[in-house]
């Protein structure tokens, strides 16, 4: 038939796409058990996040499914551990209010530290090499955010927003120990200043979601994750959602 092989790649692509069982964010999957994507406790948790995130994405809420049911699985294991709760890079709380509906976050004596400007990436902070795709993510998807986050948060009486840049806000927060962290900045240089600052913090055994790790176009931020992960003797593990997790084993 004299097809090109691209065309035969591309064919093929589309019919493993049809035939998945699950398609969204860029994963594909056949075959697998998809059951956790569907639990009751963590759908409900997924749909309120959703609803709530309709007002900071006026174009669609993105289907994250499997990356919130990553950060559930990773905030449900700092449940045995000592500490507090963060994310650095909130925006509206998509990841963040699924974790917090589907803990009952309300009802557990531990505080959910949420960082962020609430208004962008600080441009003029982002290295040259990431500057332009800092400065097309602001024009394109942030916007003053903090009233929309203040509400989305306000079932959560120990939720507490940090609005400023990081890492600096940081040293406006009381923090001791953390048992779950969550990373997502869109760039490097403050989630690596961030990390310094909170690691010595996190509990043995508590997990922390890099959200950017393994996308395309984020390489500086994988870059700079493994360079750090090889600081502390760590792996970091490669999730297809291209989420990164980072243990730490000790204290
Ligand atoms: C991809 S969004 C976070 C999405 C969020 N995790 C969620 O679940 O919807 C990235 C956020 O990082 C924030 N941000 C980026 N650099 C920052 C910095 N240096 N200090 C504070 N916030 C920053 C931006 O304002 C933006 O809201």
Same mark, same amino acid.
């Given at each position: 038939?004299?097809?090109?092989?691209?065309?035969?790649?591309?064919?093929?692509?589309?019919?493993?796409?049809?035939?998945?069982?699950?398609?969204?964010?860029?994963?594909?999957?056949?075959?697998?058990?998809?059951?956790?994507?569907?639990?009751?406790?963590?759908?409900?948790?997924?749909?309120?996040?959703?609803?709530?995130?309709?007002?900071?994405?006026?174009?669609?809420?993105?289907?994250?499914?499997?990356?919130?049911?990553?950060?559930?699985?990773?905030?449900?294991? #700092?449940?045995?551990?000592?500490?507090?709760?963060?994310?650095?890079?909130?925006?509206?709380?998509?990841?963040?209010?699924?974790?917090?509906?589907?803990?009952?976050?309300? /009802?557990?004596?531990?505080?959910?530290?949420?960082?962020?400007?609430?208004?962008?990436?600080?441009?003029?902070?982002?290295?040259?090499?990431?500057?332009?795709?800092?400065?097309?993510?602001? #024009?394109?998807?942030?916007?003053?955010?903090? !009233?929309?986050?203040?509400?989305?948060?306000?079932?959560?009486?120990?939720?507490?927003?940090?609005?400023?840049?990081?890492?600096?806000?940081?040293? /406006?927060?009381?923090?001791?120990?953390?048992?779950?962290?969550?990373?997502?900045?869109?760039?490097?240089?403050?989630?690596?200043?961030?990390?310094?600052?909170?690691?010595?913090?996190?509990?043995?055994?508590?997990?922390?979601?890099? !959200?950017?790790?393994?996308? /395309? !176009?984020?390489? /500086?931020?994988?870059?700079?994750?493994?360079?750090?992960?090889?600081?502390?003797?760590?792996?970091?593990?490669?999730?297809?959602?291209?989420?990164?997790?980072?243990?730490?084993?000790?204290?």
């Amino acid at each position: 038939m004299g097809l090109g092989i691209r065309t035969w790649l591309e064919r093929r692509g589309i019919l493993l796409l049809r035939k998945s069982d699950y398609h969204a964010d860029g994963v594909a999957v056949r075959g697998k058990n998809l059951s956790a994507l569907s639990e009751s406790a963590f759908d409900h948790a997924y749909h309120e996040s959703i609803r709530l995130n309709r007002a900071g994405w006026p174009n669609g809420v993105p289907d994250v499914r499997w990356r919130a049911h990553v950060c559930c699985w990773a905030a449900r294991n #700092a449940l045995l551990l000592e500490g507090d709760f963060v994310e650095c890079g909130v925006n509206t709380g998509l990841l963040s209010l699924t974790v917090g509906h589907f803990l009952n976050f309300a /009802t557990l004596n531990r505080t959910f530290w949420l960082f962020d400007t609430f208004e962008g990436i600080p441009v003029e902070r982002v290295s040259a090499e990431e500057r332009a795709h800092a400065a097309e993510l602001n #024009a394109v998807s942030y916007f003053d955010c903090y !009233d929309v986050a203040r509400s989305n948060f306000a079932p959560f009486p120990n939720a507490r927003l940090v609005r400023g840049v990081l890492p600096d806000s940081l040293a /406006t927060a009381q923090i001791e120990r953390i048992a779950y962290l969550s990373i997502d900045l869109n760039n490097a240089a403050p989630e690596i200043a961030s990390i310094e600052r909170l690691w010595p913090k996190l509990s043995p055994g508590a997990i922390v979601v890099l !959200d950017d790790y393994a996308f /395309t !176009d984020y390489e /500086t931020q994988h870059r700079a994750w493994n360079d750090f992960a090889a600081s502390k003797n760590r792996m970091i593990l490669t999730v297809p959602t291209g989420q990164g997790i980072l243990i730490k084993a000790d204290s």
